[in-house]
C-alpha cells in the first residue's frame, strides 16, 4: 500500500488468518469427524458442525471488529535525538468497532507502550541520530473477540520528524566569534529606550513621558511603558570555535547553547561553516539555528 496521510480500514487493506489457538482448533474439529464417522456418532458430528460454524461466525465478528476503521496521522513537531518521540493518529469509530486493538511501529525501539484512548492513538518511537527520522509503517493488530483469528494490516502514513542534536548539559562559557571574548550568558537585554518591553503600574515620581497615556483614556488605570536596549553586543556562535571537539560534540553543545541563550532572551546568531544565520531573538531565531543544526552535514 502506498503512503498516505489517512487510511480506512477494508477487505483491501487488511489480512486476516488463524492464530495459533484457531489452528489447535481446527485440529481438534477434524480429529472429533474423524471419530464421529469413524463410529459413525451422529452427536460427535453435531458438535464438530457447530464449532466449524462457531468458527466462521468468529472470522466474520473479527473483521467486523476493525472495519471502517479511519486512522489519519497528525503533524509531529521537530524533537530532540536520544529522546522517545510520540507520534499521533486520530481514530475515527463509526459504531462499537476497534475493541482491543494493538497498533506499533513494525520495526520500534522504544521502550515506551503505545496509548490507545477512544479518539487517538500515541506512538512512540526511538532515534540517537539528528536530522529527519521515519519510524516506518504502523501495525494494527486485533484477535478480538474469541482469538481464534488475526486481523492485522501495516499502514504508511509517511511519518518524518525533524531531530534536533542531543543537548549536552555542559558548563562550558559561550563564545562570541565576533569579540573572541568569553560571554558570560546573562541576558544581553536591559532597562533602557530602544525597544518597548512591557506595561506595569505607574510609581509615583515616574516620567510623565513614560505614562501610558492610551490605557489611562480606556479607563484601565496608571500604566508605564517600560522599554529596553542592547546591553552587551550580540553573541555569534560559531562551531569552528571548537576545534577539538568531535562534529556531534560541537553540534550537541550549540544546541544547549542556543537553548540557554534562547531561555535568556538573548540576541544570537549562527555560523556553521558556509552557512550563516544573522542575529536575532525569539521563537523563529531559535527554531531556524537549531534546525541548521540538524541538518548539518546530512545529505540533502
Not at 500500500?1 to 489452528?23: C, E, V, Y
Not at 556531534?248 to 546568531?269: A, D, F, N, R, T
Request: hydrophobic share 40%; proline share 4%; glycine share 6%.
Amino acid at each position: 500500500m502506498p503512503a498516505q496521510t489517512s487510511f480506512t480500514l477494508n477487505h483491501k487493506n487488511s489480512f486476516i488468518f488463524p492464530s495459533l489457538f484457531g489452528l489447535y482448533f481446527l485440529l481438534l474439529c477434524f480429529v472429533l469427524f474423524l471419530l464421529g464417522t469413524n463410529y459413525e456418532n451422529n452427536l460427535i458430528l453435531f458438535l464438530v458442525f457447530f464449532l466449524c460454524s462457531f468458527m466462521v461466525t468468529c472470522l466474520l465478528l473479527t473483521y467486523q471488529n476493525i472495519a471502517q476503521l479511519t486512522f489519519t496521522a497528525t503533524p509531529v513537531n521537530p524533537q530532540f535525538a536520544g529522546q522517545d518521540v510520540a507520534f499521533c493518529l486520530r481514530i475515527l469509530r463509526p459504531t462499537d468497532n476497534g475493541k482491543k486493538l494493538d497498533i506499533n511501529f513494525q520495526k520500534s525501539v522504544s521502550t515506551l507502550r503505545s496509548v490507545i484512548s477512544e479518539q487517538q492513538v500515541v506512538l512512540y518511537s526511538f532515534c540517537k541520530q539528528r536530522g529527519y527520522f521515519s519510524p516506518g509503517r504502523v501495525t494494527v493488530r486485533s484477535t478480538f473477540p474469541f482469538g481464534l483469528f488475526t486481523v492485522w494490516t501495516h499502514l504508511d502514513f509517511a511519518h518524518s520528524v525533524l531531530l534536533y542534536p542531543e543537548p549536552i548539559n555542559n558548563e562550558r562559557a559561550l563564545l562570541s566569534s565576533s569579540s573572541l571574548n568569553n560571554y558570560s550568558g546573562m541576558s544581553n537585554y536591559a532597562v533602557g529606550f530602544e525597544q518597548f518591553s512591557m506595561l506595569k503600574s505607574y510609581q509615583p515620581g515616574e516620567s510623565l513621558k513614560s505614562v501610558a497615556w492610551k490605557q489611562l483614556a480606556q479607563g484601565r488605570g496608571w500604566f508605564s511603558k517600560q522599554f529596553e536596549q542592547s546591553q552587551a553586543g550580540d553573541v555569534f556562535l560559531d562551531i569552528d570555535l571548537y576545534p577539538y571537539l568531535e562534529l556531534e560534540e560541537k553540534l550537541s553543545l550549540l544546541c544547549y547553547q542556543i537553548i540557554e541563550l534562547h531561555e535568556k532572551h538573548c540576541s544570537y546568531g549562527l555560523k556553521l561553516g558556509n552557512d550563516t544565520i544573522a542575529n536575532g531573538h525569539g521563537m523563529a531565531q531559535k527554531e531556524a539555528c537549531l534546525k541548521a543544526l540538524a541538518l548539518y552535514g546530512t545529505s540533502p
